[in-house]
């Protein structure tokens, strides 16, 4: 269950991001992944519609659907605050990074890094220890 200050703290940005509950159109989806035959059978994961401006969220994070009516709300308001602001959500911004990750290395940087592997196993080679016969 969430708790009074959790769910105060979620209405305070709503109304920080203008979130009208008049706006959203709110819709329950059955439920999928771990958790077995109840999960799938539930209708728990919660998709928000933003009407005025589009945004649509889906959240299916909890078994509950409670929790995860008012998640979906916070997570709503937090991505029209940063389509407002300009600025990118902490999710995007993860995505983009893992996106880089995965990314292939050109020629040229994937040499560059094996000369520098070379080197380091140059370095590493001269430290070892001399034998004398």
């Not at 305070?12 to 709110?26: F, G, H, P, R, V």
């Not at 997570?75 to 995965?102: D, P």
């Amino acid at each position: 269950m969430m708790t009074p200050e959790t769910i105060a703290k979620i209405r305070t940005l709503m109304a920080e991001a203008l979130l009208k509950e008049d706006d959203l159109e709110e819709t329950f989806i059955l439920g999928g992944g771990p958790g077995g035959q109840k999960t799938n059978k539930t209708s728990s994961v919660v998709r928000l519609l933003h009407r005025p401006s589009g945004i649509q969220v889906r959240c299916g994070e909890n078994r509950s659907r409670e929790i995860n009516r008012w998640l979906a709300r916070r997570a709503l308001a937090e991505r029209i605050l940063a389509r407002e602001q300009g600025r990118k959500s902490a999710e995007q911004q993860e995505r983009e990074r893992k996106r880089r990750q995965k990314r292939r290395r050109s020629r040229r940087q994937k040499q560059r890094m094996l000369d520098a592997k070379h080197a380091q196993s140059a370095k590493k080679e001269q430290r070892r220890r001399v034998e004398y016969d």
